[in-house]
């Protein structure tokens, strides 16, 4: 990382002044470098916040279980206090009821499964 070396040089260059083990020929030479890291820094940092965010695609919404997408045909359930999780996990014998809120699991969620079949399609 760019900042960590700056970090770094600077520090090394403080230390060989403490010390005085070095000639004024190498400080100039560190403090140069420093400089010419710091102006790349800054480069950097304007490029970072002067550009547009790029137009990422949405993601689709993720089974908080698995971390799998809701990527359509998947059929997505939910419990009655709407917490979803998806159909193999909703399967799995371990989970009988939410692992959110522990309440029972009441169906489908057909509205959500048809919006993000939408969403697919365009």
Same mark, same amino acid.
């Given at each position: 990382?760019?900042?960590?070396?700056?970090?770094?040089?600077?520090?090394?260059?403080?230390?060989?002044?403490?010390?005085?083990?070095?000639?004024?020929?190498?400080?100039?030479?560190?403090?140069?470098?420093?400089?010419?890291?710091?102006?790349?820094?800054?480069?950097?940092?304007?490029?970072?916040?002067?550009?547009?965010?790029?137009?990422?695609? =949405?993601?689709?919404?993720? #089974? *908080?279980? &698995?971390?799998?997408? %809701?990527?359509?045909?998947?059929?997505? $359930?939910?419990?009655?206090?709407?917490?979803?999780?998806?159909?193999?996990?909703?399967?799995? =014998?371990?989970?009988?009821? #939410? *692992?959110? &809120?522990?309440?029972? %699991?009441?169906?489908?969620?057909?509205? $959500?499964?048809?919006?993000?079949?939408?969403?697919?399609?365009?």
């Amino acid at each position: 990382c760019l900042k960590q070396d700056i970090i770094n040089s600077v520090v090394s260059l403080k230390d060989s002044l403490v010390v005085g083990n070095t000639s004024s020929r190498s400080n100039l030479s560190a403090i140069s470098e420093i400089q010419l890291q710091l102006e790349m820094l800054q480069d950097s940092v304007l490029t970072a916040v002067s550009s547009p965010p790029s137009a990422a695609m =949405p993601s689709y919404p993720e #089974c *908080p279980y &698995c971390m799998e997408e %809701f990527v359509p045909p998947a059929k997505i $359930l939910q419990c009655l206090s709407g917490h979803l999780i998806c159909e193999s996990c909703k399967s799995k =014998p371990a989970i009988t009821n #939410c *692992p959110s &809120c522990h309440q029972q %699991f009441c169906g489908r969620n057909r509205g $959500l499964e048809t919006f993000l079949q939408k969403f697919k399609d365009g």
